[in-house]
T-cell receptor, first 113, second 113 residues
Framework: DAGVIQSPRHEVTEMGQEVTLRCKPI?????LFWYRQTMMRGLELLIY????????DSGMPEDRFSAKMPNASFSTLKIQPSEPRDSAVYFC???????????FGPGTRLLVL | KQEVTQIPAALSVPEGENLVLNCSFT??????LQWFRQDPGKGLTSLLL?????REQTSGRLNASLDKSSGRSTLYIAASQPGDSATYLC????????????FGEGTQLTVNP
């Protein structure tokens, strides 16, 4: 398996623009997680899905952030409008019940100017 | 709410030394505890996962232990090598938070040749 795939790997955009991050989990995994990592706040869980259904979105910072999982092999994290403070590395991870070991993608480095 | 702390924040050792990384958590109703490794500019790689019913897990030169009563986990690395240099993160999930992982700030390890 190719592992968790994320795109784009790098994104530079201007404040106010819409940003869409994409993730393909490992085939057969039924959990998908979106994380954000910054120097100031470390690694934070934004939202996670189980069988394509959002289970816990308490980490989503505000209404500008939204996440979807239309099928078992694809998820998106959208920021609209983007702000400089959204600059971070965004990771997607997946896991399967019952082992629950999380496998991380390489991340998307987002810079909002 | 689960909180995770890692000590020390940074550690530098000579090659060949055995070392211990420490992790503490506040909610003893733990579901599982995971140790990850993160290389600069990369995603996280899972090293070991300990279920709440287990006391330790071993993989090669790595051994992780779990003591729920004291709220502590340790990662033991035997015969350290320069290739072990990375940031090591501990993450815990609790029975009330489901699959949500709370991460520590990490320990940055440098193994000097």
């Amino acid at each position: 398996d190719a592992g968790v795939i994320q795109s784009p790997r790098h994104e530079v955009t201007e404040m106010g623009q819409e940003v869409t991050l994409r993730c393909k989990p490992i085939s057969g995994h039924d959990y998908l997680f979106w994380y954000r990592q910054t120097m100031m706040r470390g690694l934070e869980l934004l939202i996670y899905f189980n069988n394509n259904v959002p289970i816990d979105d308490s980490g989503m910072p505000e209404d500008r952030f939204s996440a979807k999982m239309p099928n078992a092999s694809f998820s998106t994290l959208k920021i609209q409008p983007s702000e400089p403070r959204d600059s971070a590395v965004y990771f997607c991870a997946s896991s399967e019940f019952p082992t629950q070991t999380q496998y991380f993608g390489p991340g998307t480095r987002l810079l909002v100017l | 709410k689960q909180e995770v702390t890692q000590i020390p924040a940074a550690l530098s050792v000579p090659e060949g030394e055995n070392l211990v990384l420490n992790c503490s958590f506040t909610d003893s109703a733990i579901y599982n505890l995971q140790w990850f490794r993160q290389d600069p500019g990369k995603g996280l790689t899972s090293l070991l996962l300990i279920q709440s019913s287990q006391r330790e897990q071993t993989s090669g030169r790595l051994n992780a232990s779990l003591d729920k009563s004291s709220g502590r986990s340790t990662l033991y690395i035997a015969a350290s090598q320069p290739g072990d240099s990375a940031t090591y993160l501990c993450a815990a999930s609790s029975e009330t938070s489901g699959s949500r992982l709370t991460f520590g700030e990490g320990t940055q390890l440098t193994v000097n040749p």
